[in-house]
């Protein structure tokens, strides 16, 4: 499957000098999976191990990612994964609103020309990109319909490896994805 759009826009996001994080990170990591997935799973920034391979969630967020995914019958040929931000921020720090609002439009386009039916949004920086005031402990689980997106807030992998109890809450709102496929009429 190819999707020409997504990989001219992949070009564009590898050599964006926007801001100044593409000075100190490897590369840019655009996003990976299906270029015309109904499913897209969006995160905050690449970590230490996206920088180095330019792929999204194959750290220890990711491993927790893929275990989940395969709880629900998925794989990441399925599902298309990207981040808010294209480059990591050093020692990991949280994005800044300047970075937030540079790299903006890269992801609006990717949604644009992937057009999926539902967003799952990993953590609140993510979330917070569509719902600005929404916060992750009021919204996470719970469908949200955004236009034609069917939104869905997660907690952060990375929140669930830190914190059992978060863990179990990801686990419990991962395993209701289905019932949103059925709900939005994937299968
Ligand atoms: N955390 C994220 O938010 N994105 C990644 O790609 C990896 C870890």
């Known amino acids: 499957m190819s999707n020409s759009e997504l990989e001219k826009i992949r070009k564009e996001i590898s050599a964006c000098t926007k801001c100044a994080l593409c000075k100190s990170a490897i590369q840019a990591v655009p996003g990976s999976g299906n270029p015309n997935a109904d499913i897209v799973f969006i995160g905050e920034a690449p970590g230490f191990y996206e920088d180095q391979q330019g792929v999204p969630f194959v750290g220890r967020s990711g491993k927790l990612l893929d275990f989940l995914l395969g709880q629900i019958r998925l794989s990441r040929d399925d599902v298309w994964i990207g981040n808010i931000i294209k480059h990591r921020p050093p020692d990991n720090r949280d994005p800044s609103p300047e970075e937030i609002s540079t790299c903006k439009a890269f992801l609006t386009r990717q949604l644009e020309a992937i057009n999926p ?24 689980g719970k469908p949200h319909q955004l236009g034609k997106y069917t939104l869905y807030p997660l ?8 914190n059992p109890s978060m863990k179990i809450q990801l686990i419990e709102d991962f395993l209701k994805i289905p019932d949103i496929i059925e709900k939005t009429n994937l299968i």
Do not use: C, D, E, V
């Open 117 to 140: 039916k539902i967003i799952i949004t990993l953590g609140r920086f993510s979330m917070n990109y569509f719902l600005p005031n929404a916060t992750i402990s009021m919204s996470h």
């Open 155 to 162: 907690y952060h992998p990375a929140a669930g490896l830190r």
